[in-house]
């Protein structure tokens, strides 16, 4: 069977900006000139490790702390030990001193479920010519819509295309200000999978990955599709549309197979002894997880759907309501429901959710996909569906695995706030603050409101707590992240603050800048390498097992509460394609994934069910009522923007619109110019 399709080419101009142009620099380019991330002092540790626990103290327990950090990090103590331990095996690392540390401790020696813990979702936005009748009313439980696979084969070509942009480095390096990021994770998208180990999980990554290959999920049955030719050439989206349609036709008509992908859901033991049981019995179970290890992602078509509701609808997303259909140890997992709605379940091993999401924000832009350029040619193969020899064994794990992530998925609430009250245009031109360091205030003011016992609101919550901002460090050879601790002394005064009212409004105002600068003073050195809690983790490393008793900083009560993270929040702005989520990281705190749009905000809430003290829902409504009341603190919007700035607003939403329809339609005329022109070319003999 030979298939035709006319070579067609198209760039968005919402993708251009990603693109670096043939004169400038190369996707990996700077790395050369990315500096290594540097041990910090002793005592830039000792500064702001004491300045991060004095909230979180009684004035008894400061003084204790302070004695042990000063005992730590004297002339000639344990601490100066430690520290030339971890220069001189930084010396001896190819990257990074931290870069095999993490990888290890944040992630690899992790036994607890990848689901929910580690692993990250998020929900595309629809797709623009999404049929609003599959929204608010799915197809039937089993059924794979053709919406859905139209969908899906979009996805994938324009996921091939972000591939190529990267393999052959045409997609523009980053900067911050003017100094190059690290551009490393780039390589790590795809070919990427988490292989389950005792006692250590390991992480596979190959740059450029040269397999041909996706692996397609479908009620729980587990196929190799190739998406790209034996030659490399690539094919028509109509092309991969056959191949997911017979992928779900084989699904329906053969005896399934064993449900061995809920391996993955269950914790990280259970998992290894599942996959190396499979290896024993079979030289084609190992043939097969080679085939998932080497895919270069993996694409999950659920024949179920949510209704519109955006609140139930991540779940699925998020976990699928019962682990099945998915294989959470791939690096990126594409989930397609059957009314079309989509998104990714991410591993996070591999990179963290801020490079994906560079992904998204290109594969996203250019929906509606069409072929790429020069894919006329010979038709793929038929898929290849993964045939498994298990024993009872190997079936009693996948129970247990299934009973792990069942009741994890049961104790994990969460859920949403999307508004549209304000976004970053507000808090920089009206509230004059970073609107990152104002969310955070934000969170904190709504955490101060809660009661502590999680039950109707009586009395505010009068217990700080640590709070957790991941602040990128991809200024430095392949940096990874670095903890923000964005608890400090003026953001807890602020919190306290602002409703008590005895206080002027002129002096909370004043409190609140003062709020802001120690927060944003904060994620400024962790993003430049003067953070404390990668550091601590490199100087704990270095100890050896009959010195443990021996640095009291590390067994002092405060450093647990200090790293008792209960929020837990990431930045992902703005959030226009995409918004996302992840896992409380201690039972008795929140997860929180915010994005800040031009005038919205967008939220994620997660929180165990089975703690009494938290309540996503509750939260969620306290912080909405928290967004809305800072408010007071600042001049009214049309004394910053006019009378009339609803109407400017209004019409400036109206004009981007027209724009957006213009620009599709300018689109779809580039997509078929070679179709138009060759239609009316003049006729010549030859014709």
């Given at each position: 069977?030979?298939?035709?399709?006319?070579?067609?080419?198209?760039?968005?101009g919402?993708?251009?900006?990603?693109?670096?142009?043939?004169a400038?620099?190369?996707?990996?380019?700077?790395?050369?000139?990315?500096?290594r991330?540097?041990?910090?002092?002793?005592?830039n540790?000792?500064?702001?490790?004491?300045?991060?626990?004095?909230?979180?103290?009684?004035?008894?327990?400061?003084?204790r702390?302070?004695?042990?950090?000063?005992?730590?990090?004297?002339?000639?103590?344990?601490?100066?030990?430690?520290?030339?331990?971890?220069?001189?095996?930084?010396?001896?690392?190819?990257?990074?001193?931290?870069?095999?540390?993490?990888l290890?401790?944040?992630?690899?020696?992790?036994?607890?479920?990848?689901?929910?813990?580690?692993?990250?979702?998020?929900?595309?936005?629809?797709?623009?010519?999404?049929?609003?009748?599959?929204?608010?009313?799915?197809?039937?439980?089993?059924?794979?819509?053709?919406?859905?696979?139209?969908?899906?084969?979009?996805?994938?070509?324009?996921m091939?295309?972000f591939?190529?942009?990267?393999?052959?480095?045409?997609l523009?390096p980053?900067?911050?200000?003017?100094?190059?990021?690290?551009?490393?994770?780039?390589?790590?998208?795809?070919?990427?999978?988490?292989?389950?180990?005792?006692?250590?999980d390991?992480?596979?990554?190959?740059?450029?990955?040269s397999?041909?290959?996706?692996?397609?999920?479908?009620?729980?049955?587990i196929?190799?599709?190739?998406v790209?030719?034996?030659d490399?050439?690539?094919?028509?989206?109509?092309?991969?549309?056959?191949?997911?349609y017979?992928?779900?036709?084989?699904?329906?008509?053969?005896?399934?197979q064993?449900?061995?992908g809920?391996l993955?859901?269950?914790?990280?033991?259970?998992?290894?002894?599942?996959?190396d049981?499979l290896?024993?019995?079979?030289?084609?179970?190992?043939?097969?997880?080679?085939?998932?290890?080497?895919a270069?992602?993996?694409?999950?078509?659920?024949?179920?759907?949510?209704k519109?509701?955006?609140d139930?609808?991540?779940?699925?997303?998020?976990?699928?309501?019962?682990?099945?259909?998915?294989?959470?140890d791939?690096?990126?997992?594409?989930?397609?429901?059957?009314?079309?709605?989509?998104?990714?379940?991410?591993?996070?091993?591999?990179?963290?959710?801020?490079?994906?999401?560079?992904?998204?924000?290109?594969?996203?832009?250019t929906?509606?996909?069409?072929?790429?350029?020069?894919?006329?040619?010979?038709?793929?193969?038929?898929?290849?569906?993964?045939?498994?020899?298990?024993?009872?064994?190997?079936?009693?794990?996948?129970r247990?695995?299934?009973?792990?992530?069942?009741?994890?998925?049961?104790?994990?609430?969460?859920?949403?706030?999307?508004?549209?009250?304000y976004?970053?245009?507000?808090?920089?031109?009206v509230?004059?603050?970073?609107?990152?360091?104002?969310?955070?205030?934000?969170?904190?003011?709504?955490?101060?409101?809660?009661?502590?016992?999680?039950?109707?609101?009586?009395?505010?919550?009068?217990?700080p707590?640590?709070?957790?901002?991941?602040?990128?460090?991809?200024?430095?050879?392949?940096?990874?992240?670095?903890?923000?601790?964005?608890?400090?002394?003026?953001?807890?005064?602020?919190?306290?603050?602002?409703?008590?009212?005895?206080?002027?409004?002129?002096?909370?105002?004043?409190i609140f800048?003062?709020?802001?600068?120690?927060?944003?003073?904060?994620?400024?050195?962790?993003?430049?390498?003067?953070?404390?809690?990668?550091?601590?983790?490199?100087?704990?490393?270095?100890?050896?097992?009959?010195e443990?008793?021996?640095?009291?900083?590390?067994?002092?009560?405060?450093f647990?509460?200090?790293?008792?993270?209960?929020?837990?929040?990431?930045?992902?702005?703005?959030?226009?394609?995409?918004?996302?989520?992840?896992?409380?990281?201690v039972?008795?705190?929140?997860?929180?994934?915010?994005?800040?749009?031009?005038?919205?905000?967008?939220f994620?809430?997660?929180?165990k069910?089975?703690?009494?003290?938290?309540?996503?829902?509750?939260?969620?409504d306290?912080?909405?009522?928290?967004?809305?009341?800072?408010?007071?603190?600042?001049?009214k919007?049309?004394?910053?923007?006019?009378?009339?700035?609803k109407?400017q607003?209004a019409?400036?939403?109206?004009?981007?619109?027209y724009?957006?329809?213009?620009?599709?339609?300018?689109?779809?005329?580039?997509?078929?110019?070679?179709?138009?022109?060759?239609?009316?070319?003049?006729?010549?003999?030859?014709?």
């Amino acid at each position: 069977m030979t298939i035709f399709c006319p070579s067609r080419s198209r760039l968005l101009g919402h993708s251009r900006r990603y693109l670096a142009t043939q004169a400038s620099t190369k996707t990996f380019g700077n790395q050369s000139k990315v500096p290594r991330l540097p041990v910090p002092s002793l005592k830039n540790l000792a500064d702001k490790y004491l300045a991060s626990c004095s909230p979180l103290l009684s004035p008894e327990e400061y003084n204790r702390t302070e004695a042990a950090v000063q005992e730590f990090i004297k002339p000639g103590g344990f601490g100066e030990e430690l520290q030339k331990r971890l220069l001189d095996y930084d010396k001896t690392q190819e990257n990074s001193w931290l870069e095999h540390i993490w990888l290890n401790k944040a992630y690899l020696e992790w036994r607890e479920p990848s689901l929910i813990n580690v692993n990250w979702w998020c929900q595309f936005v629809d797709h623009p010519e999404h049929p609003q009748d599959l929204l608010s009313k799915p197809p039937p439980k089993g059924v794979l819509s053709s919406f859905q696979i139209h969908r899906a084969a979009g996805l994938i070509t324009n996921m091939l295309n972000f591939k190529e942009v990267v393999d052959s480095e045409r997609l523009a390096p980053e900067y911050l200000r003017d100094k190059p990021l690290d551009m490393n994770q780039y390589k790590n998208q795809f070919g990427a999978t988490r292989i389950s180990a005792s006692p250590a999980d390991k992480i596979h990554t190959v740059w450029p990955a040269s397999a041909r290959h996706i692996i397609v999920l479908t009620r729980d049955q587990i196929y190799k599709v190739d998406v790209v030719r034996s030659d490399g050439s690539r094919v028509p989206i109509q092309e991969i549309e056959r191949i997911l349609y017979a992928v779900g036709q084989d699904s329906l008509s053969k005896q399934p197979q064993p449900a061995v992908g809920v391996l993955t859901a269950g914790d990280r033991d259970t998992c290894a002894k599942g996959m190396d049981k499979l290896r024993q019995l079979s030289q084609q179970n190992t043939q097969n997880l080679e085939i998932i290890k080497d895919a270069l992602f993996a694409v999950c078509l659920d024949a179920h759907s949510t209704k519109k509701n955006i609140d139930l609808s991540h779940h699925q997303i998020f976990h699928n309501f019962n682990g099945h259909n998915r294989w959470f140890d791939k690096a990126i997992q594409l989930v397609v429901t059957s009314s079309g709605r989509s998104g990714v379940n991410g591993e996070h091993t591999p990179s963290d959710a801020v490079i994906p999401g560079k992904m998204f924000d290109f594969i996203l832009s250019t929906e509606p996909a069409v072929d790429p350029p020069n894919s006329d040619g010979p038709a793929l193969p038929a898929p290849q569906r993964l045939e498994w020899v298990v024993d009872e064994e190997v079936t009693a794990l996948v129970r247990e695995a299934e009973t792990t992530a069942k009741a994890l998925i049961k104790d994990t609430q969460s859920c949403l706030l999307q508004t549209d009250i304000y976004g970053a245009r507000y808090i920089k031109e009206v509230a004059g603050a970073s609107p990152d360091a104002y969310v955070q205030l934000a969170l904190q003011l709504a955490w101060r409101r809660m009661p502590a016992d999680g039950g109707h609101y009586t009395e505010p919550n009068n217990e700080p707590t640590a709070v957790y901002e991941s602040a990128s460090t991809r200024l430095f050879k392949h940096g990874r992240t670095e903890t923000g601790r964005s608890l400090t002394k003026e953001t807890w005064e602020f919190a306290c603050a602002f409703d008590n009212d005895n206080i002027l409004y002129d002096d909370k105002r004043s409190i609140f800048r003062k709020a802001l600068a120690a927060q944003s003073a904060y994620m400024k050195d962790a993003t430049f390498g003067k953070g404390i809690d990668r550091h601590m983790l490199g100087l704990r490393c270095m100890i050896k097992p009959e010195e443990q008793g021996k640095a009291e900083i590390f067994n002092d009560a405060a450093f647990t509460k200090s790293m008792t993270f209960r929020l837990s929040s990431s930045n992902m702005s703005p959030g226009t394609w995409f918004y996302g989520g992840f896992g409380p990281v201690v039972p008795n705190g929140y997860g929180i994934n915010y994005a800040i749009g031009k005038d919205s905000l967008k939220f994620s809430i997660s929180s165990k069910l089975s703690c009494k003290e938290t309540d996503s829902f509750r939260y969620r409504d306290t912080l909405e009522r928290t967004l809305k009341d800072m408010m007071i603190l600042f001049p009214k919007r049309s004394e910053v923007w006019g009378m009339n700035w609803k109407e400017q607003h209004a019409q400036e939403k109206k004009e981007a619109a027209y724009l957006k329809t213009m620009k599709k339609l300018s689109n779809e005329y580039v997509a078929k110019k070679e179709l138009i022109a060759q239609k009316y070319a003049p006729k010549t003999k030859e014709n």
